[in-house]
């Protein structure tokens, strides 16, 4: 049951690998509708992940409490082994393509919000941004 697990976390981080690369290269594109019908794709491979994380854990401590005598290493096969060395793997990589995602986003945002500063100048009052007095940019003629 523990290979099963492991084999469906392996194929739900692999479809979060692959839903981020298609997201840096809409990013890169402009193509930001993409992403948003996306979302909804990838909040269900992540909470689908968690729920098979939890069963790993689960069937492992069941292991272990069953074998309380013998190491981990020696109650597990050389497949549930190579999963396992697998699933570090790829979670090493989603951290990595998220990351560089993250930077992506961070960066559009940043220039939006310079736009959008610059089309709309603000002022602080208090800790919130409220459009300027001085906005003279936009007039709107009846």
Same mark, same amino acid.
């Given at each position: 049951?523990?290979?099963h697990?492991?084999?469906n976390?392996?194929?739900?981080?692999?479809?979060?690998?692959?839903? =981020?690369?298609?997201d840096?290269?809409?990013?890169k594109?402009?193509?930001?509708?993409?992403?948003?019908?996306?979302?909804?794709?990838?909040?269900?491979k992540l909470?689908?992940?968690? !729920?098979?994380?939890?069963?790993i854990?689960y069937?492992i401590?069941s292991?272990?409490t069953?074998? %309380?005598?013998?190491?981990l %290493?020696?109650?597990?096969?050389? =497949?549930?082994h190579q999963l396992?060395d697998?699933?570090?793997?790829?979670?090493?990589e989603?951290?990595?393509?998220?990351?560089?995602? !993250?930077?992506?986003?961070?960066?559009?945002?940043n220039l939006?919000? =310079?736009?959008?500063?610059?089309?709309? %100048?603000?002022e602080?009052?208090?800790?919130?941004?409220?459009?300027?007095?001085?906005s =003279?940019?936009?007039?709107?003629?009846?």
């Amino acid at each position: 049951m523990l290979s099963h697990h492991l084999q469906n976390a392996l194929k739900d981080l692999k479809d979060l690998i692959s839903i =981020t690369k298609s997201d840096i290269e809409d990013i890169k594109q402009a193509q930001h509708d993409h992403q948003f019908e996306r979302l909804s794709i990838k909040e269900e491979k992540l909470k689908s992940f968690e !729920a098979k994380k939890a069963m790993i854990d689960y069937e492992i401590s069941s292991l272990m409490t069953s074998h %309380p005598d013998v190491e981990l %290493p020696q109650l597990l096969d050389e =497949t549930q082994h190579q999963l396992l060395d697998e699933l570090k793997i790829n979670l090493s990589e989603l951290r990595e393509v998220n990351k560089h995602y !993250a930077k992506l986003v961070v960066v559009v945002s940043n220039l939006y919000n =310079t736009f959008l500063e610059r089309l709309v %100048p603000t002022e602080m009052q208090g800790y919130n941004k409220v459009a300027s007095k001085d906005s =003279t940019i936009l007039e709107v003629r009846v």
